[in-house]
Nanobody
Framework: VQLVESGGGLVQPGGSLRLSCVASGSVVSIRFMGWYRQNPGKQRELVAAISREGSTNYSDSVKGRFTISRDNAKNTVYLQMNSLKPEDTAVYYC???????????????WGQGTQVTVSS
């Protein structure tokens, strides 16, 4: 199983970016998918998460600016980031609570991370 992220980059304050993450390989079931971010020397923090049914959860720092969505048929999760601020700069990691086998045991899987830099 692999989680592959795309869409990071450099953007000016107030700008927008859209991150994508696709889960490939042996994927039987995905319960939750989400995005975390991390800066050097700091703990990885939850940005947003979404259940298979579409229930969402956001950190207070991004509410009203970021929107998480997913396409269950494509095993893909998206993060639309608007009104970006310099403090949103971080490496963003995709996460999936995923079952790779028909025993439906779910495990945590992580992407390799994509850099988002907000700077003028």
């Amino acid at each position: 199983v692999q989680l592959v992220e795309s869409g990071g980059g450099l953007v000016q304050p107030g700008g927008s970016l859209r991150l994508s993450c696709v889960a490939s390989g042996s994927v039987v079931s995905i319960r939750f998918m989400g995005w975390y971010r991390q800066n050097p020397g700091k703990q990885r923090e939850l940005v947003a998460a979404i259940s298979r049914e579409g229930s969402t959860n956001y950190s207070d720092s991004v509410k009203g600016r970021f929107t998480i969505s997913r396409d269950n048929a494509k095993n893909t999760v998206y993060l639309q980031m608007n009104s970006l601020k310099p403090e949103d700069t971080a490496v963003y990691y995709c996460h999936a609570d995923l079952a790779p086998d028909i025993d439906y045991r779910h495990y945590d899987y992580w992407g390799q991370g994509t850099q988002v830099t907000v700077s003028s």
